[in-house]
């Protein structure tokens, strides 16, 4: 067997270094150090509060190389710390929004283990989009997060087998905002498009289609994807979307775009299936939601219940996991 690096097991589960980047995150600290505070006591009442309890916080984070103390009490930003000012990067770290949700989920995870179901209603009280729906501040950090308007920055340019000169219609299920379907549209001029999202998402869509000069080449419906879906499309495109979703919900949707597409067109997958090959990971997907993301062999067995086979996979260089089907 090959040699392999020593694992301290103390090292992985070590806790304090990522709960003390979470606190410094949501208090802003990198922030106001490049503002010019520097001092302990003048860091914390820039952030409202206890500056013993930071100082221990920043002295921890400069031993694990986040952070230099130039001088005692006396605090500076290095390239690691750097990357706090990043939006995004606080987004995700910042307690007080979506970053709180995701680091108290995994809080839960033995239960997910345990059941193979999100218990994320037992530390917030609903389930992960009811939470949502309730706590529209959280909501908007989420969609931050994500990308544009809350659906990813996304890239269009992926091959299906036989081109796409015979694709006329394509319906984007879950499509969000219209990101993805705006890019899809950007590269086939003569194509027209169909936004299914909830309605008050497919709502927000309005700014990124006139933006990009498609509003006359969209039609936006609001509904749910578990909804009979507009009918006789050439394609209907799931991305990113059935990995949120635990087997039983997974197949519903699939079931709807097979229902859809019948006799002729065709489902294609993106995000949602990885190669058989592909190592198991857990993902934060299936902490909040109990959602999976599928191999090419257990997708072929929910596809098969839902009235779909599988005609082409294959990894492409936009750098999606491709998987079409055909309804049966």
Not at 52 to 80: C, D, M, S, Y
Not at 148 to 170: K, R
Not at 241 to 260: K, S
């Amino acid at each position: 067997m090959p040699d392999q690096k020593k694992v301290n097991l103390w090292d992985l589960t070590d806790l304090s270094t990522p709960w003390c980047i979470f606190v410094v995150a949501t208090l802003c600290i990198a922030e106001h150090i490049s503002a010019g505070i520097d001092s302990i006591d003048g860091l914390a009442r820039a952030a409202g509060c206890d500056s013993i309890a930071l100082h221990q916080v920043l002295g921890h984070l400069v031993t694990k190389g986040v952070f230099e103390e130039i001088a005692p009490g006396r605090f500076a930003l290095n390239e690691p710390a750097r990357d706090l000012l990043d939006p995004a990067t606080r987004l995700g770290l910042d307690l007080n929004g979506i970053g709180g949700r995701m680091a108290y989920a995994w809080g839960t995870l033995l239960d997910y283990v345990r059941t193979g179901a999100p218990a994320y209603h037992e530390v917030f009280g609903l389930p992960f989009w009811e939470d949502l729906d309730t706590h529209p501040q959280v909501a908007a950090s989420f969609d931050a997060l994500i990308g544009p308007l809350g659906h990813g920055t996304p890239n269009g340019d992926f091959q299906i087998s036989g081109g796409w000169e015979s694709v006329q219609t394509v319906v984007d299920v879950g499509g969000g905002t219209g990101a993805m379907l705006t890019e899809v549209l950007r590269i086939h001029p003569g194509m027209r498009g169909i936004l299914v999202d909830q309605a008050k998402t497919v709502g927000r869509s309005a700014e990124i289609f006139e933006a990009a000069g498609m509003a006359e080449r969209v039609t936006t419906v609001g509904q749910s994807f578990f909804e009979p879906l507009p009918p006789g499309a050439d394609l209907y495109l799931l991305r990113g979307i059935l990995n949120d979703w635990p087997d039983r919900e997974a197949q519903a949707i699939l079931y709807r775009c097979a229902e859809a597409a019948r006799p002729s067109g065709r489902v294609v997958v993106l995000k949602s299936v990885s190669p058989d090959e592909a190592p198991k990971d857990i993902s934060i997907e299936a902490v909040l939601l109990g959602g999976r993301h599928r191999t090419l062999t257990e997708f072929k067995v929910l596809a098969s219940k839902a009235g779909l086979a599988v005609l082409a996979a294959s990894q492409q260089p936009a750098g999606y996991f491709v998987v079409e089907c055909r309804p049966t």
